[in-house]
DNA sequence: ATCAGCACTCAAAATATGGGAGTGCTAACA
DNA sequence: TGTTAGCACTCCCATATTTTGAGTGCTGAT
């Protein structure tokens, strides 16, 4: 397949941006004038044609206009999307709107996610972090009746996790206590991930011969059980009103994708590579046969880690200059906010 | 306005009940014959009439069928619908389903308005518990930094509530371990209202004297923080499936209404005062101009107070008869469930 | 009271009709 | 060889028009 012409990748461009904004085919006559292009209509029709057979644009039925494939939106987000600079868009509000956020990170997260919604006017997502990657600051064990123990771990971003802990016999409070503080010293400064790879192994030998009372192998499973990753989404009445996702298919598409939380997190998941802005247009999404719906999602980070994921759902006709921007922005704005919480 | 024939109100059961069924309206000819009425289309045309002035029926216009007024619904709902026994319907496996479920309360919540929502088909909906209700049964204080300290507390449930606290000094450990004790002896076995309204007055005289290093203001601040009521609401995709709901104005009005938690959580309130199910029947959620959409709630009790509400949310042409049981069924389940816990 | 009969109503489905925006092709031109 | 005008053809779409059928309301007889 020939590469695409200079003059080729103009036309493009336009077409796309031209049927992002209104949302109807793009015909030749009325493009032309529409653009002020310095050739006829007809020439316009051979490009357009030409454009069809290289795949990234097609027609709805004969006598209408070109809209993108998903191919063309791919290549039009790759090389031919200028975003918006984040400073031309008027999202200054949205660190002020950040900053009176909750205390609590999942509250956090949530207004996150409904700040992405309320800027892009589309569906925003958020996959908490991945509690692998926390850092332990602190931990505290606490008798809450003979046979159950509660773990308290307080990582080095403010949050509180619990898990109980099933004991065989009872067990003193001074135990408990200098087991605190065992675990405390130990686990300190490690991620979760860290400590179910490494820590706890090497506490085996180095305990070894002592007789503990709260063994191991409990804290390991309380430890291995801390898996939680929560899947927030806002703003689904937003696409409900965007006239593309009338036509039946494409909302039950919507529906079915955002339905389990399961897949889309997993969906998500694969940005966990990358540190830039990732989109998933329309078939790409390729889980289930998606149809019409994109996603815009990137990471953020924990220390140097990536964590989890934020970004925005909605049709695959959507304005990806400016939704790039705002999830890039989004994206550094958690960064920065939870490495200055856990500092 | 006189009172309703016995004749009528067959009639309007009838009429009910088959407008649920079927969506569209009735009318007299196919009505009397699909029903076996001993009676001719013309006076049931007449008795129809009738229903219509008393306001119990409507028009779409004039020369369709007749469909039930909310107050239709209401009569039918409070004096002609004859739910079905439960052991009639195949709720059989809810019980097992609920016992297989999460040991976390929040998480037991989430499957519960799971189950609601995917045994009626409609939207499911869960307000949790008023922390007011909730019976303590232990404190404990945590130092997380020098001027936070994480304040514990155990519920009777085996919820464990989370609150950070500021405070102005470095405190010891051996501090906290007394403070936690003595908060321990004084608030076990009372619910956090009592602890808000009666217990802390009492202790501020008893400790009046003595030194406290972390003062009684600084807990009342944080026992008056624990007001977190969430609603879940699940199955959101199952009304969007229902034909009825297609007509925009009706689905932007149960968009707007689960829209705002917290409107929706001063609806639900509204139960708290009945100990059976209640229905909403369109207008009558005069919260905000609702149109097309019932709820159906109940109260499940904590001891023996009525503590949280859950319910289903669905169009007004709902199956009543199927639902009130089922929501019925479940309210007293939870409280079952949350008095097993809390014995 | 009940009911047959009849004129009338109205939504919804089916069936035209015209226009407009578009394509694809061809032949001529620079 | 790329560009363009011209033209036949396509097909959606919005707008009327017609038809159909289920329904009502009323009246007068039983």
Redesign the interface.
Known sequence: MRAVTERESEVLKSIVQEYIATGRPVGSRSFVQKYSFTISPATMRNIMYDLESLGFLTHPHTSAGRIPTDTGYRYFVDFLSDSYDISDLDYGYIRDDFMRSE?HLDKMFISITKMLSSVSKLAGIVLTPNPDFTVV??V?L?S?DPETV?L?I?TRT?V?I?K?ITISERVTRDILFSTSNILSSEFAGFSIFDIKTDILAKMRQKYSGSNEQISLDVVELAMNSINEQDVFIEG??NI?HIPDMIEKEV?TSF?RLI?EKKNLAEIMQRTMDSDSVQTFIGSEIDNSYVVGCSLVACCYKIGNKNAGVLGVIGPTRMDYRKVVPLVDYTGRLVTNFLSSVSR
């Open positions: 205390v600051k602190q505290e606490v809450i509660l308290i307080v403010g509180v619990n109980k689904i009445e409900l909302l529906l339905e």
